[in-house]
């Protein structure tokens, strides 16, 4: 990774979407960042491809899709954010291609937002050479919506849109990738921390599956761990770590 310092988000901004593949894929990743930027009177939206139906072994898929999205919008509420939306894509299949970009590209002139959110969507989590493969979702869903921030703005792709009266939105500034192992701009983590502890403890049906833990300790260990990789990157500071795309502005 390089040692470069990383830059300060662009604030010059009111209007956020995140778009990610599960119910608490926001959580392990931005959620503070999130709660800084609502503190702000900034809007932030959050888009779920799927309804996490299946991310929980113990309970079947119609009856944990149920669970997650009660516990995504509980979770969302936390970082002031009121706006939940899921797409209904299945929960571990996405495909990456033209449906889930233009549900994606719908989604984003529906908000109209000049920053658009997303999850790492290459191979592999961590450093390399090593690391951990990703997910099919994440990289489906990551890579779609870097697609999608143009598709939005082209009355042409996806005409059909229009037709629906979903008029194109070219104003996609940013598209920020959290979870990236070569992020560039970050948020200093410290004035959302405590709330984004209690934003993924809202996942709690998740969590006593995930981790014999007791859940605040997981998540305290986990988010401290995180933002501290940032830290030396950013003048010591606890850090949400994004890699920026910028887009053309009309």
């Known amino acids: ?77 936390v970082v002031g954010v009121t706006t939940v939306e899921f797409l209904g894509h299945r929960d571990g299949v996405i495909e990456y291609g033209l449906a889930l970009r233009r549900d994606i590209a719908a989604a984003i002139r529906r908000h109209r937002p000049e920053l658009v959110i997303t999850l790492n969507h290459r191979d592999t989590w961590g450093p390399s050479p090593g690391g951990f493969w990703n997910t099919p979702d994440h990289r489906a869903v990551g890579r779609a919506t870097l697609d999608a921030a143009a598709d939005a703005g082209n009355r042409w792709i996806f005409p059909e849109l229009f037709d629906a009266d979903l008029r194109p939105w070219n104003g996609v500034r940013w598209v920020a990738v959290a979870g990236s192992t070569t992020p560039t701009h970050a948020v200093d983590a410290r004035p959302g921390l405590d709330r984004a502890v209690r934003s993924l403890l809202a996942h709690r049906t998740y969590l006593e599956e995930l981790t014999d833990r007791p859940a605040e300790e997981y998540v305290r260990d986990f988010l401290a761990e995180t933002t501290a990789h940032a830290a030396p990157r950013f003048d010591g500071r606890p850090a949400v770590a994004f890699e920026i795309f910028p887009r053309p502005h009309p």
């Open 1 to 77: 990774m390089s040692d470069q310092r990383l830059e300060e988000m662009p604030t010059d901004w009111q209007r956020a979407l995140a778009v990610v593949a599960h119910p608490d894929d926001l959580e392990y990743g931005c959620a503070a960042a999130v709660a800084a930027w609502t503190d702000a009177g900034k809007q932030v939206g959050y888009v779920l491809a799927t309804r996490g139906e299946a991310g929980i072994d113990s309970l079947a898929p119609a009856d944990c899709a149920e669970v997650r999205e009660a516990e995504q919008r509980e979770s969302a509420a």
